[in-house]
T-cell receptor, first 112, second 109 residues
Framework: DTAVSQTPKYLVTQMGNDKSIKCEQN?????MYWYKQDSKKFLKIMFS???????INETVPNRFSPKSPDKAHLNLHINSLELGDSAVYFC???????????FGPGTRLTVT | DAKTTQPPSMDCAEGRAANLPCNHS???????VYWYRQIHSQGPQYIIH???NNETNEMASLIITEDRKSSTLILPHATLRDTAVYYC??????????FGTGTRLTIIP
């Protein structure tokens, strides 16, 4: 009964490649998020979607493009991967009137 | 842009109460105090939140000072599984979560 799931858990790829990370939540939440945690463990929000509509778009390179096919899914596509993109990416979800955000297990992306 | 200050690390003996302080002297009237924790290699986990009153749930208690400029998260009987980084966050209900550097809590057997 995983609430927020992400695939893949680990992703190793070369510079210049394009890759996607998938996220699904079965909690019926309206809002989903992507966070990035770098090597220094700073956790920063990247995007937020509410009912498939982009709400928050932090200062993130436009190589990063979130896609929300439906309320339960928020995928992250990254073009032209760079070394600095190496990090752990967390997906999260929360209800419109909920104070809690539920985080997925993370995807560790390594760009070589 | 974290609006909170926490000690970088703390130790607590297993079975004792862990008291984690947080300063948020610039908190606004509509901002809540949230606590999350991140156990090694896992996603952050919500613990508790409050506005003015003290709060308690099955995981922890949250004590907020009357002037709301500081708060304390209390884990009443710490276990080894409580070893984690604990984040104190202030946020209005329609704002994003902004994580600071947190407190690394180590429970000592």
């Amino acid at each position: 009964d995983t609430a927020v799931s992400q695939t893949p858990k680990y992703l190793v790829t070369q510079m210049g490649n394009d890759k996607s990370i998938k996220c699904e939540q079965n909690l019926g939440h309206d809002t989903m998020y992507w966070y990035k945690q770098d090597s220094k463990k700073f956790l920063k929000i990247m995007f937020s979607y509410n009912n498939k509509e982009l709400i928050i778009n932090e200062t993130v390179p436009n190589r990063f493009s979130p896609k929300s096919p439906d309320k339960a899914h928020l995928n992250l596509h990254i073009n032209s991967l760079e070394l600095g993109d190496s990090a752990v990416y967390f997906c999260a979800s929360g209800g419109t009137d909920s104070f809690e955000q539920y985080f997925g297990p993370g995807t560790r992306l390594t760009v070589t | 842009d974290a609006k909170t200050t926490q000690p970088p690390s703390m130790d607590c003996a297993e079975g004792r109460a862990a008291n984690l302080p947080c300063n948020h002297s610039t908190i606004s009237g509509n901002e809540y105090v949230y606590w999350y924790r991140q156990i090694h290699s896992q996603g952050p986990q919500y613990i508790i939140h409050g506005l003015k009153n003290n709060e308690t749930n099955e995981m922890a208690s949250l004590i907020i000072t009357e002037d709301r400029k500081s708060s304390t998260l209390i884990l009443p009987h710490a276990t080894l599984r409580d070893t984690a980084v604990y984040y104190c966050i202030v946020r209005a209900s329609n704002e994003k979560l902004t994580f600071g550097t947190g407190t690394r809590l180590t429970i000592i057997p």
